[in-house]
């Protein structure tokens, strides 16, 4: 139904309403005879009406942008694409980076970008949700009506893997070979389930004890980094399953793995604060310290709601992150009866 505001009429006979799934202002009386007021251009909330008739509209809109530094700037730039851009991934170099654009812009089954961080235009590659960019930049994966598609970055032609049993991707990556992927998936029967597949083709492996999410795949490919249900993080080895979880010290709850350093005893991690703001830190897998890298926030805090995305490169120097920005307009309506 959608949520309801309402305001007496200015004769006290009937209530007005808004809805917030509908495009248009209608009245009810006490005893449930419904009639619309007006037809709207676009969705609007009902704040008030006055004595005199006069009606009080908002319309809050809203879109998500993008801000990067890319190697050598000496500043941060705006590579928002249309009105809903969603970083995905930003390679190892801080050069090139996927995106999602969703809403008008991005159609209905959402759009895939690829864009140099140099600020040229982006490239569309096709339809879908965008997840990893292949380290050797030749593919990007993105999800598509639940499904794990390979859209190429130039010439070839798309890879699309049908997962009979599973019902949902919640997370996927690369190997640092570029020849198989990983995606954490739910199936009936069974809890998260952390899997590889030869994007040549081949049955999905499983590669991770049943409840462990896989997050970072290690340089070597030899180890991961996940996390356990229960919200424990580790290293698993990818070569002996008898070798039990390596606990990772200096991780705390609501971290969220970023990527593996250019040094391979390092990862990035992010956290989200309370004031909308993201921090990524350095963290040493042997010790757990950890070093502040970026805090990242909107570039301009009135309207901005919270950071959804923030990735930095191998080497920590060059950033990309996407936050929604808020924007309401008021206006009084009169003549309505």
């Known amino acids: 139904m959608g949520l309801l505001l309402f305001s007496w009429s200015p004769e006290g006979d009937e209530l007005w309403f808004t809805r917030s799934t509908e495009r248009r202002l209608s009245a009810v009386t006490p005893a449930g005879r419904e ?18 008739g006069r009606i009080l509209l908002e319309r809050v809109s809203g879109s998500a942008e993008l801000r990067g ?9 705006d590579l928002t694409w249309l009105d809903n851009s969603d970083a995905a991934d930003l390679s190892a170099d801080g050069k090139t980076f996927l995106f999602t654009e969703s809403g008008s812009g991005g ?29 050797d930049g030749k593919w990007a994966m993105c999800k598509l009506n639940e499904q794990l598609v390979l859209l190429p970055t130039g010439p070839g032609e798309t890879k699309t893997f049908h997962g009979d049993s599973i019902t949902s991707y919640q997370a996927a990556g690369w190997f640092p070979d570029s020849r198989r992927i990983w995606f954490n998936s739910v199936e009936p029967g069974h809890g998260v389930r952390c899997q590889a597949q030869d994007i040549e083709g081949g049955k999905p ?27 424990k993080f580790a290293l698993l080895s990818l070569e002996r399953a008898d070798l039990p979880p ?6 705390v709850q609501g971290d969220q793995f970023v990527r593996w350093t250019s040094d391979p005893a390092s990862i990035f991690v992010a956290h989200e604060d309370s004031s909308n703001r993201v921090r990524v830190d350095r963290v ?15 570039a301009e805090p009135l309207g901005s709601g919270d950071v959804a995305s923030a990735l930095v490169s191998a080497d920590g120097k060059a950033w990309i992150y996407s936050y929604t920005r808020y924007f309401s307009d008021l206006f009084v309506v009169e003549g309505v009866r």
């Open 246 to 251: 390596q606990p990772i010290p200096g991780l």
């Open 107 to 135: 159609g209905a089954s959402r759009a895939v970008y690829k864009r140099q961080m140099d600020g040229s235009p982006p490239v569309r590659l096709g339809d879908g949700t965008a997840l990893a960019l292949s380290p």
């Open 284 to 298: 040493e897998l042997s010790s757990g310290r950890r070093v502040l890298v970026k805090t990242f926030q909107p």
């Open 35 to 52: 009639r619309v007021l007006a037809s709207l251009p676009g969705e609007f909330t009902l704040q008030d009406v006055s004595r005199d």
């Open 69 to 77: 530094f890319a190697p050598g700037d000496t500043a941060e730039r």
């Open 205 to 231: 492996v499983r590669v991770l004890p049943e409840g462990w999410r896989g997050g970072l795949v290690s340089p070597d490919g030899r180890s991961f980094a996940a996390v356990s249900a229960d919200g």
